[in-house]
């Protein structure tokens, strides 16, 4: 007796048609964002506030008080230093997530 084993989907154990190498599942799975994808996310975010905020410290007029103005610099110069460090951890994140793949 003859027995036909079916084709299986090449990311997993789903048996599919000959003309098929992936099942639907794998086919439309998107993976879950690692910790340093979204840490990278928020750092853009942090850079957006940075660019929205350096906008409104050129349209302030003449007559603003100077302690907000110094502390529109002052928040800015803190975010600089947030989106870096932030930066840092994710390249130490990757770099770790590559040893352990490895």
């Known amino acids: 007796m003859t027995?036909?084993?079916?084709?299986?989907?090449?990311?997993c154990t789903v048996p599919v048609t000959a003309d098929?190498?992936?099942?639907?599942?794998?086919?439309?799975?998107?993976?879950?964002?690692?910790?340093?994808?979204?840490?990278?996310?928020?750092?853009?975010?942090?850079?957006?506030?940075?660019?929205?905020?350096n906008e409104i410290l050129r349209e302030l007029p003449e007559s603003a008080p100077l302690f907000a103005v110094a502390d529109i610099v002052v928040a800015l110069g803190h975010l600089r230093r947030a989106a870096v460090a932030l930066d840092r951890a994710t390249d130490a994140l990757e770099t770790d997530s590559q040893a352990v793949t490895q």
Request: net charge negative.
């Open 3 to 11: 027995t036909i084993t079916p084709e299986s989907c090449k990311h």
């Open 20 to 53: 098929q190498t992936v099942c639907g599942f794998c086919a439309s799975y998107t993976p879950p964002e690692t910790v340093a994808q979204r840490i990278d996310v928020a750092v853009n975010k942090v850079d957006l506030l940075r660019h929205d905020l």
